[in-house]
T-cell receptor, first 116, second 113 residues
Framework: GAGVSQSPSNKVTEKGKDVELRCDPISGHTALYWYRQSLGQGLEFLIYFQGNSAPDKSGLPSDRFSAERTGGSVSTLTIQRTQQEDSAVYLC??????????????FGPGTRLTVL | GENVEQHPSTLSVQEGDSAVIKCTYSDSASNYFPWYKQELGKRPQLIIDIRSNVGEKKDQRIAVTLNKTAKHFSLHITETQPEDSAVYFCAASIKPRYSTLTFGKGTMLLVSP
């Protein structure tokens, strides 16, 4: 079946502009995660959505970062007033907490964000 | 919060050799330890995972060992092949309390023919 998809695949923006990154999880997956991967670094947790529960925002690095998940499916990560240090690959993942492998996170291809 | 350290950052081996990547974690409550493989330009994919009630798990050429007392776990790849070349990430989590993962910084494995 279709995996996790993300758009755009690449985004180049100017410092100070706002950007929106989109994630389409695997259909039926109730859990959705956003991570940031900077060059040479591991995956840094940003935010986690699970069903109708309040999201875990503990990984968001500043109040310029926000995310929402509409209808329990598609999620949008918004970065306001982008800074050069926001340049990274933003990865989305989803998991089926009620499935056979509830702990497995399936990743999307990522969005490479470059802030000039 | 949890902290995961991963070593080495790069590892070069000859085809057919074994490769070992080691991770340590800080939170003794962590009980789930997956390993992800990320090929160049591709998305991370789960290759093997282990829970704290098991000391070792094997899947063909890949094995993971866990030492709860020392709070470290390792990935072992035997008979390495060029297609094993990738970045490998370890991670830790506390299940079922948390679904989020804390990742190590990754190990770039290069397998030369």
């Amino acid at each position: 079946g279709a995996g996790v998809s993300q758009s755009p695949s690449n985004k180049v923006t100017e410092k100070g502009k706002d950007v929106e990154l989109r994630c389409d999880p695997i259909s039926g997956h109730t859990a959705l995660y956003w991570y940031r991967q900077s060059l040479g670094q591991g995956l840094e947790f940003l935010i986690y959505f699970q069903g109708n529960s309040a999201p875990d925002k503990s990984g968001l690095p500043s109040d310029r970062f926000s995310a929402e998940r509409t209808g329990g499916s598609v999620s949008t990560l918004t970065i306001q007033r982008t800074q050069q240090e926001d340049s990274a690959v933003y990865l989305c993942a989803s998991s089926d907490l009620a499935g056979v492998r509830p702990d497995t996170q399936y990743f999307g291809p990522g969005t490479r964000l470059t802030v000039l | 919060g949890e902290n995961v350290e991963q070593h080495p950052s790069t590892l070069s081996v000859q085809e057919g050799d074994s490769a070992v990547i080691k991770c340590t974690y800080s939170d003794s409550a962590s009980n789930y330890f997956p390993w992800y493989k990320q090929e160049l330009g591709k998305r991370p994919q789960l290759i093997i995972d282990i829970r704290s009630n098991v000391g070792e798990k094997k899947d063909q050429r890949i094995a993971v060992t866990l030492n709860k007392t020392a709070k470290h776990f390792s990935l072992h790849i035997t008979e390495t092949q060029p297609e094993d070349s990738a970045v490998y990430f370890c991670a830790a989590s506390i299940k079922p309390r948390y679904s989020t993962l804390t990742f190590g910084k990754g190990t770039m494995l290069l397998v030369s023919p």
